[in-house]
């Protein structure tokens, strides 16, 4: 277990709105990731960073942006929330060892 | 590009049986490692096994182990001796040499009692 906590862990906003979501680890490990997860998909990766102030763009990356001012803390941003965008949000960490990759428990995000 | 496969959708067993989840993968990196979660009704994902390309043995946990067929691309999970407890969503995970990690659609088991 990575120490990690995702916060909220359910939200619901309207339209239009700006919505942040928060993954925070406590132990310091280099590469975080925010996935989401939709039925038929699987998990798609966002964005992801290697470390404080270093991100880049996964596959559905449009529509969000993300910011890493602390090793400890990965904060995911929805600049204006779409109901395309109401989904199930994962943060996830790799471990200090390559076999080691866990999960946060997940953010329920709806988009009304 | 990278890309994992998981051709069932859904799978059923019987309680106490065996029961393999197919996985390939494709990839053209050297060093890569394969990941299996599990994904049960209340949503939180939970690793099971991890095996290295360059693991010459086949990973086991426990239940759980892992069909490696590096020449086939192919990493399928296999569960003995299935519990109910075991239903749920299972997700098959390719980590790449940049450490970014890749997932399948998954694939839904449920055990009958």
């Known amino acids: 277990d990575a120490g990690i906590t995702q916060s909220p862990r359910h939200k619901v906003t309207e339209t239009g709105t700006p919505v942040t979501l928060r993954c925070h680890q406590t132990e310091n490990h280099r590469y975080m990731y925010w996935y989401r997860q939709d039925p038929g998909h699987g998990l798609r990766l966002i964005h992801y960073?290697?470390?404080?102030?270093?991100?880049d763009k996964g596959e559905v990356s449009d529509g969000y942006s993300v910011s890493r001012s602390k090793t400890e803390d990965f904060l995911l941003t929805l600049e204006s929330a779409t109901s395309s965008q109401t989904s199930v949000y994962f943060c996830?960490?790799?471990?200090?060892?390559?076999?080691?990759?866990?999960f946060g428990q997940g953010t329920r995000l709806t988009v009304v | 590009a990278q890309k994992i496969t998981q051709t069932q959708p859904g799978m059923f067993v019987q309680e106490k049986e065996a029961v393999t989840l197919d996985c390939t993968y494709d990839?053209?990196?050297?060093?890569?490692?394969l990941f299996w979660y599990k994904q049960p009704s209340s949503g939180e994902m939970i690793f099971l096994i991890y095996?290295?390309?360059?693991?010459?043995q086949n990973a086991t946990e426990g239940r759980y182990s892992l069909n490696f067929q590096k020449a086939r691309k192919s990493a399928n999970l296999v569960i003995s001796a299935s519990q109910l407890g075991d239903s749920a969503m299972y997700f098959c995970a390719m980590r790449d040499w940049g450490n970014q990690f890749y997932f399948g659609t998954g694939t839904s088991l449920t055990v009958i009692p």
């Open positions: 095996q290295g390309s360059y693991d010459e």
């Open positions: 990839t053209s990196d050297q060093s890569y490692g």
């Open positions: 960073s290697y470390g404080v102030k270093d991100t």
């Open positions: 996830a960490i790799k471990g200090s060892s390559d076999t080691e990759a866990f």
